[in-house]
Structures are given as structure tokens and as C-alpha cells.
């Protein structure tokens, strides 16, 4: 079955296409065309990318298989945070302490280049500073706490403990049992800000093509991709197409492919609450996420809808009665608002490694390509844009530090893997449970 089939709710509108206007829009390619940089899939990785290289005076191209942030860039919780989803732990197994704080400060730099980027070309995409991450049990809380005290004593990131009755300055939920709150992360309207940076990167020269996607690599040099109906030569090839490039062309890059599991991950959008509602649930508007593994996440948008994200799938299919899963978590999490209404109900794919690290790296030199933030990439493909960017230019320091990080395919091939997948995550779900 194909990722994008119509059984999936990515073919839904989400809240977020509801609350856009689409300005920018490219038509599909039908020419063949030279450029110094083809990126392929404008989603956050792509379009920043694109802005920088065509800052540095560079021909750029870029193909969309579907619409600009139509992807998981377009979807998802926007929640801009700092540090990565594999924790730090693997990340200082495998660099060692001092490159660990080295990426670790990049991911701080990740968030503060998003803010840059809305301050300087006046992107309006409801930026809130805040986040709160939260303990369903005391030892998840303990551990949640010392993971707090390593980001201090190690990298020298501070952040405000709160246990159970001082939560209430932040969320009013009767299930959590301490969280850690900061004021670096915060959240957004993601498909804004995507289409925000398509409009900087129209501005630049940058010609987009939707509806063009990428069905063959010829790695050259030049490059060679070829479309449906065009083709670009190009000396640089910017493989931005996440968990999702397998669906539009599986030959591309099958080795990369392999070491990606898409997972569905799905948002619903309730009526705007009340003043006094909004006040009674999430006072201080930060967003928040939880530490079980298969996590909830939710926050207010600005017009005080509350956007609640949750619930997985492992195939491509979006699980049986959804909208009852979804409105019962968020009873769970907040009983003072009862059985609410969802006005909109959508899902998107998470490019998940086996380690949740950054899997970026290189098919040939001049071929880049960036994937695997896990579900946690709304400022760090940010960062990856701008790091590929870097590295075209001759400056690959940044990249390749996280080009070192090793990763394996996940077992089971392409037939077996999503249901051994399943059953490790069930496993852990157990473990969130008990
Ligand atoms: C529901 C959901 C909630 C999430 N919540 C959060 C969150 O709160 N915080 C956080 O940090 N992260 C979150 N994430 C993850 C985050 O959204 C992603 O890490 C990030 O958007 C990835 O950006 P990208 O540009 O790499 O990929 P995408 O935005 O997916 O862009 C890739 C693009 O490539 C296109 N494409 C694919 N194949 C081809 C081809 N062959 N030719 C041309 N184009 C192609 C696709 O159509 C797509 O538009 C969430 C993801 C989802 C799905």
C-alpha cells in the first residue's frame, strides 16, 4: 500500500490549511532545465536551504512532488524545541562529550535561527515562547529531572523544575506529576511559517515546482533528476523529501530509505475555547508534551483552539475511530473540559530512525541529504537547511559533525519491518502503562 494512499488522512484539510492562505504556488515542471542546486521536497529542510544558497547567488531549483508543506512541515504540533529526539545520551556514546555539547548548542541555534528567520522577513506565524515537558509517574518524573539536571551541569542549559502543585502556572491536568519548563522553545503556526519561507525563497529566484516530483537520480556529476514531464541538471542534489521520498520514487535512494520508518502520528483542532477556558487548562499558553513513549502533545493555536496530538500508527492506515481515541485522551488530560468537539482531525508521517538521532549525510559528494529528525524537527531542519547550505559553500563542519552519527536499516526489510516495529512499540507502550 502506498504511504499516500487515500486511506490515510493526509489527503484531510488540517486546521492549519483551514487558517492559510496559499499565496505561493509553482506550476508543475515541464522543461528540462540547468540550475547549481536541485532540492528536492519544500518542507522545512528544502525551503531553508533553498533561501540560503540562493542568498550566496546559487541557481536553485526546487521540486514538490505534492504542495509546498504539504509534508509533515505543513502539519505537524509546531513545537519548536531544542535538543533532539534520541536524547543525549546516544548522542555523547557516539561523539563523544564535547562534540555532544557541540550539537547540543546547534540545536539551541536551531530555534533561535527560526525566530531570526520570522523577525527578519516578517513571517507572521504566531510565534509563542514555552514549553513544558511533563511526567505521567513519579519515576518517569525522577528521571525526567535528572535529565533536566544533566542539561545544566553539562551543557549548561537551565531549566524550571516543577513538581505536581506547581505545574498549575502551566497546565491544569490532574495526570502529571512534575515537568520541566523553559522559555528558549515555543510553538508556531508550521504551515505559515513553510509558506512564509517559500514566499523569502520566491523572492531570492528561487524557482518552485509543485506537483513535480522527483521520479529518478542520476547522481552525475552534474546530477541528473528527472520528473514526470522535466528534468534538472544540476551540480548540487539536496534530498529533502523525509520519511515520504520512498512513496514518490522508492529507487532514488533505497539505502536511505531503509534506515526511515514513516510513522503516522495524527493532531485533532477543537473549537476555540473560552477565555476562561483557555485559562483553566494552559494559562501560560506554552506548548507541552509528555515523556511516554508514545507521547501526547498539544498546545493552544492563537485563536485558542487546543491542537492535541497523539496516538500512532504503524501502517499506513489511520486507526479505527480516531476522533473517539482522540477526544477521550484529551478528557484524560483535561476532565474539566469534558467530551470536546473536534472541528478538524488530520495526521502526517514522522521520519523515525532506529536511534531517533539526525540521519544526514552524503550519497556522493556533491548529494546531500538530510532525514530522520524523529519528530522533532520543526527548528532542526531549520539548522540542516542551513548546514547543507554551509557545506555546498565549502563550510562542512557543522554538517559532517552530524554526518558522523551512525545508524543501521531497520530489520526486517521492507516487508517485515513495520510489523516488528509494532511489536516493539507495543512493548514499550506496556512499559508506559505498568
Ligand atoms: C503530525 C506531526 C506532528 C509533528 N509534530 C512536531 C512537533 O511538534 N515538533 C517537532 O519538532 N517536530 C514535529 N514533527 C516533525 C516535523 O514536522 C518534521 O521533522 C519536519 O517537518 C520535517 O521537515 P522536512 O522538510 O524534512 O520534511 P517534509 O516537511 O515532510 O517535506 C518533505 C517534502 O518532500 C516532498 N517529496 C517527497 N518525495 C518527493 C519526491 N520524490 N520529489 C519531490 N518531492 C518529494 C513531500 O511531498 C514533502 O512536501 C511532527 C510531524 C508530524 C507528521
Request: one cysteine or more.
Amino acid at each position: 500500500m502506498s504511504l499516500l494512499s487515500s486511506d490515510t488522512l493526509l489527503n484531510q484539510h488540517s486546521y492549519y490549511e483551514a487558517s492559510t492562505r496559499r499565496l505561493v504556488h509553482g506550476e508543475p515542471l515541464v522543461d528540462d532545465v540547468r540550475a547549481d542546486v536541485v532540492v528536492i521536497g519544500a518542507g522545512f529542510t528544502g525551503l531553508t536551504a533553498a533561501i540560503d544558497l540562493a542568498q550566496q547567488g546559487l541557481q536553485v531549483v526546487v521540486l514538490e512532488a505534492d504542495r509546498i508543506g504539504s509534508g509533515a512541515s505543513g502539519r505537524n504540533g509546531g513545537q519548536a524545541l531544542v535538543g533532539f529526539a534520541s536524547g543525549q545520551a546516544e548522542l555523547e556514546q557516539q561523539l563523544g562529550l564535547a562534540d555532544a555539547k557541540r550539537a547540543w548548542d546547534i540545536s539551541l541555534d536551531a530555534v533561535a535561527l527560526l525566530k531570526e528567520r520570522l523577525n527578519q522577513h516578517a513571517i507572521d506565524a504566531d510565534w509563542r515562547s514555552g514549553a513544558l515537558t511533563v511526567a505521567t509517574t513519579a519515576r518517569k518524573a525522577r528521571a525526567l529531572r535528572a535529565d533536566a539536571d544533566q542539561w545544566a551541569t553539562r551543557y549548561g542549559f537551565e531549566t524550571q523544575w516543577l513538581d505536581a502543585p506547581a505545574l498549575s502556572q502551566h497546565i491544569l491536568s490532574p495526570r502529571y506529576q512534575g515537568g520541566i519548563h523553559e522559555e528558549v522553545s515555543g510553538h508556531l503556526h508550521p504551515l505559515k511559517y513553510a509558506l512564509g519561507l517559500a514566499q523569502v525563497a520566491r523572492s531570492l529566484g528561487v524557482r518552485m515546482h509543485e506537483h513535480s516530483a522527483a521520479l529518478s537520480l542520476d547522481t552525475g556529476p552534474p546530477a541528473l533528476v528527472r520528473t514526470a514531464t522535466g528534468s534538472v541538471t544540476a551540480d548540487f542534489v539536496v534530498l529533502a523529501a523525509n520519511s515520504t521520498l520512498g512513496a514518490w520514487s522508492p529507487k532514488i535512494a533505497p539505502a536511505m530509505h531503509a534506515r526511515i520508518m514513516p510513522v503516522g502520528t495524527y493532531i485533532a483542532a477543537t473549537p476555540p475555547l473560552s477565555e476562561a477556558q483557555a485559562h483553566d487548562t494552559l494559562p501560560s499558553c506554552s506548548a507541552v508534551c509528555d515523556t511516554q513513549f508514545v507521547l501526547d502533545y498539544f498546545r493552544l493555536s492563537a485563536d485558542r483552539r487546543l491542537l492535541f496530538g497523539g496516538r500512532v500508527s504503524y501502517t499506513t492506515m489511520t486507526p479505527p475511530g480516531l476522533k473517539g481515541l482522540m477526544q477521550k485522551r484529551i478528557a484524560q488530560v483535561f476532565p474539566q473540559l469534558g467530551r470536546m468537539p473536534i472541528d478538524y482531525l488530520w495526521g502526517g508521517f514522522v521520519d523515525i530512525s532506529m536511534n531517533r538521532a539526525p540521519d544526514w549525510g552524503r550519497l556522493a559528494p556533491h548529494v546531500y541529504y538530510a532525514q530522520g529528525f524523529s519528530g522533532h524537527g520543526v527548528a532542526l531542519t531549520g539548522m540542516a537547511g542551513r548546514l547543507i547550505a554551509q557545506a555546498i559553500q565549502g563550510q562542512a563542519s557543522g554538517f559532517d559533525l552530524f554526518a558522523r552519527l551512525k545508524h543501521r536499516p531497520f530489520p526486517g526489510g521492507p516487508l517485515w519491518r513495520t510489523p516488528l516495529l509494532a511489536l516493539g512499540m507495543a512493548y514499550h507502550r506496556m512499559k508506559d502503562w505498568f
